[in-house]
Every structure is written in C-alpha cells, then in structure tokens.
C-alpha cells in the first residue's frame, strides 16, 4: 500500500491513515509534480537544489512533496534543505537541525542576524517585508553558489501569487506576480515554486496533520496593517461568498490574452490592420 513503511519517505512516517488525508497527499504531489512538470524546472538532471526551509508550513510541505517526488526517482536533483536563521529574538534555533537530522534530509543551517539591520534600518510604523526579503534572499543566493547549486526553491503557494497579484494591481499598477520560474538578476541561478499550483489550506491542513515542529514568524507575521494581510481578507471574503473563486483567479493567470489588455509592449496595437479585398457581402460569387 502507499503509506506502508517499506513504500513511503521518512517524512510521510506517522501520516494519518485516513481516506481524507490520503488524498490530500495525493494532490498536493501531484500538484507539484505538474508545476516542476509544466514550468521546465527539472530539465536539468543532476542538479541541485537548495530548498528554503523556514519552519512555517509551506516549507515543510514543499520539502515533503519534492522529497517524495525525489524518493520515487521522478524529481531526478539533488536536495539540499536550507535554514537561514535571522537572528530573531526566541527563535527556537535547535529544532529544525533536530527535525532534518532525525528524517535524514541533508540541509545547511545558516546564521545571519539580518533582524538586528531591519529594526534598525526601519522606522516605526514600517513594515518589514521588503528589507527583510531582499537580505535573506541574498544570503540563500551565496549559500546556493556555496553549495554548487543551480536553483533556489521557495514555498510560495498558490495563495501567494494570487496576493501578490492583487498587491500589485491595487498599490503598483501593473499586472505581475510571482512567477513560478524565474532567472535571478545576475542570471546564474533559477527561483522555483513549485506549490505554485497547491492552495494555502492545503499545506495548513497537510502540516498540522503531519504535526510538523511549526515555527511562527515573528517579525513581520506580527506586523499591523500590512498590505498583504488586507488582501488576503479580500480573498477571504469574496471565497466565502462563492467558492472556487480563487482557484477560478488562479486559472485568470495561465490564460493571458495579450490582445485583450492595453499594453502596447504586449501586443502590436499600431500594427493591426483589416483584411484587403471587398467585404463579404460585396464579393462575387464562388468560382
């Protein structure tokens, strides 16, 4: 059977056996393997990848579902777990290395005490988010080089994008999210997501099942007034009043019509022109 001990990673060990959650499983895997699959991630065999572990339950799930996809030889990379430990106040600093030991998943704990520069740097009544994301994500480029690595994975879900989406439609004017693929700056090393496709609930309920050692986010997880939280409220709202909505927005971001939007970078407005030859209902007669 699929969840017996003989036929299953060490991180699915203890899953519950119910029906239920069986098939939560299953779609989040599966779920993921169609976004390795549909966004080229893997098209490079042999490599590796340093996967972001922030202790939340994204991240374990996305470890979980790339493991197992590893273990049954259909992810062809090597896997490389990653803490970068930001040096907050009370973090429990000793269970992830515990965690990661204990279920044999090779990993790299990095400290960096990039929460001492936040505070510093931003003023009261600031949100955090962008200094603290543009220090981390510095650090896990250098350990990706460190390590040999040609991509960083990340546990961005299928929620994610669709704030990001709206943040930036509602406070940036423009139509962007987070992409599940894509080149950094310096253009030598991929970022992936591949929970691109799995919805938030899925990993909570996943995580919680598991009884994974959850690790809140106490730096800008607490913050007030953030942009993202009042989307996520929206989203929330509009789902309680029709159901599906958001996985009907999701499917809005695969299906781009180019033609039907504004922007002339996009789409050769200048350029159309008619058909040459008189109009149907003037033409003569079929030869």
Known sequence: MLDDLDDIHPLFHGAPR????????????????????????????????????SGGKDSYTL???????????????????CNLDQGQPGFPATVLPEFLQKMGVPHR?????????VVDKIPQGRTFCALCSRLRRGHLYRIAREEGCSAVVLGHHRDDILETFFMNLFHGGRLATMPPKLVNEE?????????????????????????YPIIPCDLCGSQEGL???QVKQILDGWEKNSPGRRQVMFRALMNARPSHLLDPGLWDFAGLA???GPAPDEAGPDL
């Not at 069986?22 to 490079?44: F, P, S, T």
């Open 63 to 81: 470890l979980a579902a790339l493991m197992e996809l590893k273990w049954r030889g259909l992810l062809p990379v090597d896997i490389l777990a």
């Open 109 to 117: 704990i990095e400290y960096q005490d990039t929460y001492s520069i």
């Open 274 to 276: 008619l058909k040459s």
């Open 187 to 211: 253009g030598d090393l991929f970022v992936f997501r591949p929970l691109a496709h799995v919805a938030e609930e899925d990993c909570d309920r996943f995580a919680r099942a598991m009884n």
């Open 227 to 229: 942009q993202r939280q």
């Open 18 to 53: 119910t029906t239920e959650f069986r098939k939560l499983r299953k779609r989040i895997v599966r779920q993921v393997r169609e976004a390795v699959d549909q966004y080229g991630m893997a098209q490079a065999r042999d490599a590796r990848w340093l996967v972001c572990l």
